[in-house]
């Protein structure tokens, strides 16, 4: 970690500088070849991606079985695709569609479904494409997960303004073990995590495509009117796929819209605005409004439109009859929405692997998606004692435990350095995160918190980053900086191979399994 990689000149802000400076081994490297350092900004980033793709498509149909809640979601994705609706399914249908000759006992009866139909609709065209089996209802979400690799590194390449430090972003992500574990399994919060982080990249280049606009010679900072904007445009439609994905995503967008028009206000301040909160009340809110808020629900509701297409839903002939606002469809699915409302904030039946929001960040409590037992000379099982075969959604404990000191230089960054790229972090990990701690009597679980991986490995990159140290510090500073960042990279990308077994379902000793339980609250 030695040499940075390409320079970007980032738009706007004082702080806005890159983390790290070119280096003489990266200029003679640039002499010689050209090419290489030309296209270092798309190499990088699809070289770390093809890394990741291997470790999330690898097998990908093991164990062959439903894991965790995968009981629901890919039945529900099935009933989609056939019916336009979640139809019911008997209380012995994993068995019946895991077996050989298979039996899909797919019910036309409406069921009621705690989520909106997005991230299903997602699975369904794994499912489309391959069969109602495990790799079916996986692939989708795995593709997603490879793919926010390479956003991640393209993101951080253009935060920090360095290739390396996007690409050490988008590696670090790849070797978190609850990111591996959710684009392995067919759930929807790996595809929520997608859709959040598109949304988040989409107005960091808003945000420079405007400003380049506001930082032309004779703009007055005051008058102008930025017109179209299609990248805030596609946030909009991103972080209302979000929410069709899951509730959660509604914070987000509040949060992400207050982010990006005061990154307008910001602007306009530099760009010479006498006014600048006026200004960007006048010209931008309202835009901003409709791109984020208006935009975002009419996805929301587009996303219903098998429910609506067809007649069987849960639901769908409440407002048969009835007198009130509207279609009587429209009608049944108000009443839905109140009910999806109602369950999900009044959930508390308890379940073994439920934990607080407290414990999430230094994962007390990982969530055991898949075990089983495995006796000595079974499946390949040597061991006297036995082996067991799990999928623990445990993040790579020395990537999380460092993010939480990453967070904490983010925070001083932020406050004492007005660094935009601290407080952008920040604002997508509030958004995620903080939300949970008024739910703390619900039932949820800290694998909720993959959303928040990749801003988490920003915060990480950008704390590496200032340990490489700033432009034109001491050769001698900049290596003692390298060998820290780099020996922090390496210890978690060691730490994700000692945990790997126990992320993809490998048969291991019994011994060897208590081994990897650090500490009780894993079990």
């Known amino acids: 970690m030695a040499e940075t990689a390409v320079i ?44 990741a793709g291997v470790l999330r498509f690898w097998n990908l149909g093991h164990p062959n079985a439903f894991v965790f809640d995968e009981t629901y979601y890919p039945k529900d994705a099935w009933s989609l695709l056939q019916q336009g609706y979640e139809g019911t399914w008997p209380s012995n249908a994993n068995e019946q569609l895991l077996a050989v000759p298979q039996v899909i006992p797919l019910g036309s009866a409406p069921a009621f479904v705690a989520h909106p139909p997005l991230g299903k609709w997602v699975i369904a065209l794994g ?3 391959f069969g109602l089996h495990p790799f079916g209802w996986r692939v989708m979400v795995a593709l997603l997960g490879t793919v926010t690799v390479l956003m991640l590194a393209r993101i951080g390449r253009r935060l920090f303004g360095s290739t390396l430090l996007g690409c050490t972003a988008a590696l670090l992500m790849s070797v978190d073990g609850l990111q591996l574990v959710m684009s392995r399994t067919g759930l929807l919060d790996g595809v929520l995590m997608f859709f959040v982080l598109a949304a988040f990249g989409c107005l960091l280049v808003d945000r420079d495509r405007t400003r380049e606009r506001l930082f032309a010679d004779g703009v007055d900072g005051d008058a102008v009117r930025l017109g179209l904007r299609p990248w805030r445009l596609a946030a909009g439609l991103l972080l209302g796929a979000a929410c069709s994905v899951k509730w959660n995503g509604a914070q987000i967008l509040a ?16 760009a010479g605005a006498r006014r600048p909160w006026r200004a960007m009340l006048r010209h931008d809110a309202g835009p901003a409004f409709v791109s984020m808020v208006v935009v975002g629900a009419l996805t929301y ?80 099982c040597t061991a006297p ?88 510090c001491p050769p001698r500073r900049r290596a003692y900086g390298a060998a820290a960042a ?31 339980m650090w500490f009780t609250s894993w079990i």
């Open 385 to 472: 004692g036995g082996c067991t075969t799990q999928i623990l959604a445990l993040g790579t404990p020395l990537l999380w435990w460092t993010a939480c000191f990453a967070l904490a230089y983010l925070l001083w960054a932020w406050f004492f350095r007005r660094d935009w790229r601290s407080g952008a972090v920040l604002c997508a990990v509030a958004a995620i995160y903080l939300p949970w701690f008024g739910f703390q009597q619900r039932t949820i679980f800290s694998f909720y918190m993959v959303v928040l991986v990749p801003f988490l490995c920003l915060a990480v990159a950008q704390l590496l980053g200032a340990l490489l140290g700033p432009p034109g």
């Open 8 to 51: 970007e000149r980032p738009v706007g802000g004082a702080h806005a500088a890159p983390v790290t400076g070119r280096s003489p081994v990266l200029d003679g490297l640039a002499a010689r070849l050209p090419w290489l350092v030309r296209y270092a900004g798309w190499l990088g980033p699809l070289a770390v991606a093809l890394f």
């Open 301 to 380: 509701v587009a996303s219903w439109t098998g429910w609506f297409a067809t007649s069987g839903g849960y639901d769908r002939q409440w407002g048969a009859g009835r007198s009130g606002f509207g279609p009587a469809a429209w009608q049944g699915w108000w009443h839905y929405q109140s009910e999806m409302w109602h369950f999900n904030t009044t959930l508390t039946s308890p379940h073994t692997y439920q934990s607080n929001p407290w414990s999430w960040l230094v994962q007390g409590r990982p969530v055991s998606m898949y075990w089983q037992p495995v006796s000595t000379g079974q499946q390949g």
């Open 127 to 129: 499912e489309a494409a």
């Open 486 to 516: 780099g020996g922090i990279v390496l210890a978690i990308v060691g730490c994700f191979l000692y945990f790997l077994p126990l992320y993809t379902a490998q048969v291991i000793p019994m011994t060897e399994w208590q081994d990897h």
């Open 255 to 270: 949060a992400f819209g207050l982010l990006t028009v005061l990154w307008d206000q910001a602007g306009r301040r530099r």
